[in-house]
Structures are given as C-alpha cells and as structure tokens.
C-alpha cells in the first residue's frame, strides 16, 4: 500500500464523523459534501507523517473550512431571504439508511438546526465542537484564534441562544409523535379547525422556505389561528402527504402532481405542534433523495 493508499484509508476511517460535524455547522449536505472532499484534497496534499492524531487533525481542518464558508455567506448574500430552512434530513418513517444513520448519530432537530444557522460563525463552532462533538476548549481555541478562554465564552454566550430559542421537544419522538402529525394533516384535509386547532400549541410557529424561486411562499407565521388558515390553503396544493423522517423525527413529504412540493419537519412538546419547518425550495428540494416518497 502506498502513502495515498494508506492516507485514503485512514481518511475513510473518519469521513461519516467529518460529514457530520461539517453538516451541524452548515446546515445544508451539498456545502457538508464539498467541506469533506476540500478536507480530503488538503490531507492529500500534506506531508501527514508527522500527524499523531489524523482524526483531530481532519476534524481541525474541516472545521476552517466550514468557519470560511460561514464567514463568506454573509458577505455574498445581498437579497436574505425572509425565511432559510436548512437541508433536513429526510427518510422513510421508521427506516434510515447507514448514511443517515451516521448523520444523526447527533441528532439535531430541524428547528434547533434553524437556531443554529442563526448564530455567529465563531459561536456556532465553539458550540458544536464542544457541546456536540464532544472537543475540548484546548483543542478548539487553535481553530479560532482565540484563547481557550474565549472558546469557552463563544460556546457559552451560543449555549444560551439556543437555551431560548423554543426549538427543543419535550418528548422523544415516536408513535404519539407520528399521531399528532398524522392528525394534523388530517385535520387540515378535512377542513376540521377545532381539531387543527387542539393539535397546536397556542404559540406555534411556522417557517416556509420557497427560496429565491417562490419567494412568495417564503414566510414566519406565528400563532395557532394564522397557521391553522395557511394550512387549510396549501393543503389544498397536495396531492398526497406521505409520512417521513425527518431529521429523526416524525414529519412528512407533500407530493403535487408534478412530485414533491414540500419537505416537512415538527416540533412537539407537551403533546402540542410548537413549531413547524417547511423546506419547498423546489431548487434545494431537487437536490434531495426523494425518489422513495414518489411512487
């Protein structure tokens, strides 16, 4: 075996946890994709013999690479959409491919994963390589060129963000989960709002992401009346509603008669929806592996 052999091997060994930390700090699995091949050519490229740890040493790399492209969003997106949901996570109810698996070994919902897309770069790193991934201060500081110290401030000062942003469930998601979705859809079929209603937390929130092409339906909604309306009006855009899993929990792909129209994720606590994340970017969607909620 020669050195690129023996460095592809090693760089294997390591790929679902570098593709997991990269898609916790970005939020979308193309930009996760293209960090871990740029890790990979930066690896293919060094001179790695004197690398003790490869693991610490890609999981560094991979992380300034995803911090450059944090910091380069925000200077290239002139036209902010009203509303970004990340890229979830989508599979068939109950079931998960070993990809995906790997992807939500850590698992994060779809609405923490809104939380997260919101903070600093520099925070966002410091909170996800400690609080998720498990590295200490002394190993990220380097990463940031800050002081441990400060590493632990950006983690904290991010931790409290997230500790107030209302996207944490209550419960595991499971069978009571899925019901509640299930009785959801069934209501706004139905055109029953009592019932659409009694599955809703009073302070629901809805976010719609339709991107740059349906900018239209790009949209905050807050208040169990106001999304309780909206649903009975897109509702009516369905053809089917298959249930899936999304980023681990129970939600759904809405299917139009020309394929998919939206990808759904929800939040339950206390037995109530509390928040609802709607990705119908038909762009970002594409993008997607869909093609078991088509046939």
């Keep these: 075996m020669n050195e690129q052999d023996w460095l592809a091997a090693r760089f294997e060994e390591h790929r679902s946890h570098l593709r997991g930390v990269a898609f916790r700090m970005l939020g979308s699995t193309a930009e996760a994709d293209e960090a871990v091949q740029n890790t990979w050519l930066r690896l293919s490229r060094s001179d790695a013999d004197g690398v003790e740890n490869i693991r610490a040493w890609l999981t560094t790399v991979i992380a300034r690479v995803c911090l450059n492209v944090l910091e380069s969003r925000r200077t290239r997106r002139e036209e902010p959409l009203d509303c970004h949901v990340p890229d979830p996570i989508v599979g068939l109810d109950g079931e998960a491919d070993p990809e995906q698996e790997a992807l939500l070994a850590d698992s994060v919902g779809l609405a923490l994963q809104v939380v997260l ?122 053809t089917t509603v298959r249930p899936a899993l999304v980023n681990g929990t129970a939600g759904a792909v809405v299917l139009g008669k020309d394929g998919p129209i939206s990808v759904m994720g929800f939040t339950v606590n206390d037995g109530k929806i509390s928040e609802i994340d709607t990705l119908a970017d038909p762009e970002r969607l594409a993008r997607l592996d869909l093609s078991a909620f088509k046939a």
Excluded: C, Y
């Design 117 to 238: 897309d919101a903070l600093p770069p520099s925070e966002r790193l410091a909170f996800v390589l400690h609080d998720m991934f498990d590295l200490t201060f002394d190993e990220i500081a380097p990463m940031l060129g800050r002081s441990p110290a400060a590493a632990r401030q950006l983690a904290s000062r991010a931790r409290r963000r997230v500790r107030g942003a209302p996207s944490h469930a209550t419960e595991p998601s499971g069978e009571r989960h899925r019901a509640i979705v299930d009785a959801f859809f069934a209501a706004a079929k139905g055109g029953n709002l009592e019932a659409l209603i009694a599955v809703l937390d009073p302070d629901v929130v809805l976010r719609a992401d339709g991107g740059h092409a349906r900018r239209e339906v790009s949209i905050v909604l807050q208040g169990a009346d106001a999304i309780a309306q909206r649903a009975f009006t897109f509702v009516k855009m369905a």
